[in-house]
């Protein structure tokens, strides 16, 4: 008899998360579990993934952060669908799936804690270790994230730790002449890329202030910005009032990002906190050097000098780290060897250590140690 799982996750957007979640159900042995996937706020793009896949999908529609009617349809769908095991992605689910899970008997929690998440409050930590008794693992993505749930109290021992994966890039139907054409940015354009969600987390002002300081020493470099969230107007002001809307450009959320990733120069991640940054796995499958912030998740991905190089995260120091992703993008646009030697080395990395196929082994291998 198969084993039947039920992914559940807030929505099925364009993001970290969502993606690995799609990978895995979409990969797991068909004839060895049964998966469903529920989306406890919303569908999303990645419904058309799993639809794709023949994995059936069940959206809740929760409206607001306390949300008992939300939470009485996911506990009727639990109880009716009779799962073995119940994984659960990101804070929302973990508490509403988790509780859920518990009031239908279900004995298998596993919850997934994605990000180092400086975010929460008192209450949301005290829920999570209260919900942690009841779990029997907790997957983390990285190292970093582990050390973090535990400086706040959940059990270490809990944790395994399984990395995320990155899809082998398919062959850009865009040619850089063409792409440059449709920007109107000249022949001769540097591109530098930063992809994620436009909120704190992501510091894309320090990104816009370092493209200040590269105009002045470099005269093709352009910033091109993919991605949506509350900050775009305030960031789009910040830009225009540095006079640079010719060098930095937002693209906006992207369904054709997978067109465009392939002709970055280098890809920037100013990030404050991650889990394990999928845009960053993204660029360095493709080959294309990474500049970073030295943070927990992203060192498990960028060793400085190797595959990629790393600025200092500290906020004392954020007029030091705008100069130093500057500095650093100045010396792998003007030394192609380099440049492609630490691509290179990233690629390796991603084809070795990373891949869909380990990370989906890795997740059987824990459901079977769970199960039977």
Known sequence: MKMRILEIIPTLDRAGAEKQLCLLAAGLPAGEFDVHVCALTRGGPLRADLDKAGIPTTVIGKRWKLDPRAFWQLKRFVKQWRPDLIHTWLFAANAYGRAAGILCGVECLVAGERCV??????????????????????????????????????????FTVIPNAVLPPEPGPTSRDCLLEELG????????????????????????????????????????????????????RFRDRLQIADRVHFLGQREDAGRIL????????????????????????????????????????????????????????????????AKHTLKLLEDAPLARRLGEAGRRRMETEFTVERMVARHAELYRELLL
């Open 262 to 325: 392939p002709h970055f120069d280098v890809v920037w991640s100013t990030s404050a906190y991650e889990g394990q940054s999928n845009a960053i796995m993204e660029a360095m499958s493709q080959a294309i050097p990474v500049v970073a912030t030295d943070i927990a998740g992203t060192r498990d991905l960028v060793v400085d000098g190797q595959t990629g190089l790393l600025v200092s995260a500290a906020r004392a120091d954020r007029e030091r780290r705008r100069a130093t992703f």
């Open 117 to 158: 998440d400086p975010w929460k409050s008192r209450r949301d930590l005290a829920i999570d270790r209260w919900l942690a008794r009841r779990t029997r693992r907790i997957v983390a993505n990285s190292s970093g994230v582990v050390d973090f749930y535990a400086r706040h109290g959940l059990p270490r021992e809990k």
């Open 185 to 236: 940015l000249p022949p001769d354009a540097r591109l530098i890329g930063l992809v994620g969600r436009l909120w704190p987390q992501k510091r894309v002002d320090d990104a816009i202030w370092a493209a200040d300081l590269l105009k002045r020493v470099h005269a093709g470099a352009h910033l091109l910005i993919l991605g949506d969230g509350p900050l775009r107007d305030r960031l789009r």
